[in-house]
């Protein structure tokens, strides 16, 4: 079922809402990107091109009061529809997984989740490509460019209004990569904790140097991946599992536990270093180990919904008697 920017069925707004859901949890956990799930959930290049409709001929539009076109140009209940679900989860998830976050215990639950989630999104994507030396290639880079990001140290950054610019555009472009948090590029570059005091505070001018920044990076880079999937699509589409693949080492559940600690608003917040390996005789992680599974099970699930043709339910005799073709792509 592909929505091509046009949902038109009941089925199709609630499959959208739902996506948004899942994009709007994934935004407010650390570590987990929004475009993750999108990509999972196969509308990856339809929001890219919902994001190119933003465009110079739109503007035009727009300064003629000419809002019934503007209005067809832009597939509005694409994005209205996704925005909702997104901040349907935002509101009212956001102080659940906080608190699963400021638990040793849930936070191992909470990852092993979203970790099962990823292996099964790499597994049902990494089938369907066809493997060589150029997507291989790709898939390398991508995994070793997305691994170095997830383990860079926070930088020291000054606040001025071209940093501000730079580290929203730099925050956006990530967010929309499958893997990468827009909200952890923002710690590395030093303006987490800076703007989100600025969103506390209402102090409206940090914000607006920040905001011009994701504007121009996310309809900037939409246009490029764009192409590259145009002209590239089976590399880029590599590049895109090697990003999840080498976030796979910022999502690992089980972390060297430190202490906790209070932050700035006095709620408890963990104290973690590096990955480590469970403790397997613990009832706790059989426990992470089912919801690891879920989430696996869960995208297997949803992937042969649309596809008919995952390769875990076809392992077990459930997917198709033939092999699903793929439409030819430039390289």
């Known amino acids: 079922m592909k929505l091509q920017n046009h949902p038109q069925t009941l089925r199709q707004y609630l499959r959208l809402f739902l996506t948004g859901i899942a994009m709007g949890t994934a935004d407010v956990i650390p570590g987990v990107s929004g475009g993750t799930m999108a990509f999972i959930l196969g509308i990856y290049e339809d929001l890219l091109n919902a994001i190119k409709s933003f465009d110079v001929r739109l503007v035009k539009m727009v300064a003629r009061l000419k809002v019934r076109e503007a209005l067809d140009h832009v597939p509005w209940q694409f994005l209205v529809t996704l925005l909702l679900g997104i901040g349907s989860a935002v509101v009212t998830l956001a102080h659940l997984v906080h608190w699963m976050m400021t638990d040793q215990y849930r936070y191992i639950l909470l990852f092993a989740f979203f970790f099962g989630l990823i292996l099964a999104s790499i597994l049902a994507i990494g089938v369907t490509i066809p493997w060589s030396l150029r997507t291989m290639a790709?898939?390398?880079v991508?995994?070793?460019v997305a691994f170095i990001i997830v383990n860079m140290v926070p930088l020291d950054m000054p606040h001025d209004p071209l940093t501000l610019f730079l580290?929203?555009?730099?925050?956006?472009?990530?967010?929309i990569l499958p893997g990468i948090s827009g909200s952890f590029i923002l710690l590395i570059l030093g303006q987490y904790e800076y703007l989100l005091r600025a969103v506390k505070q209402l102090d409206i001018f940090p914000l607006i140097f920040a905001g011009m920044g994701t504007v121009v990076g996310i309809i900037g880079f939409s246009r490029v991946l764009s192409w590259l999937l145009k002209h590239y699509h089976?590399?880029?589409?590599?590049?895109l599992v090697g990003f999840m693949v080498g976030s796979l080492w910022k999502i690992w559940p089980w972390k060297e536990f430190l202490g906790t600690r209070l932050d700035r608003h006095g709620d408890i917040e963990l104290m973690l270093g590096g990955n480590i390996l469970p403790n397997v005789l613990t009832a706790g992680f059989w426990l992470a180990l089912l919801l690891c599974l879920v989430g696996f099970v869960l995208v297997c699930f949803l992937d042969h919904l649309l596809s008919g043709a995952n390769p875990v339910f076809r392992l077990v005799g459930m997917g198709r008697s033939t092999k699903t073709e793929t439409a030819p792509t430039a390289e």
Do not use: D, F, N, R
């Open 234 to 239: 089976q590399a880029t589409i590599a590049a």
């Open 142 to 144: 991508g995994t070793v």
């Open 138 to 140: 790709s898939l390398v």
């Open 167 to 175: 580290s929203g555009m730099i925050a956006i472009m990530a967010m």
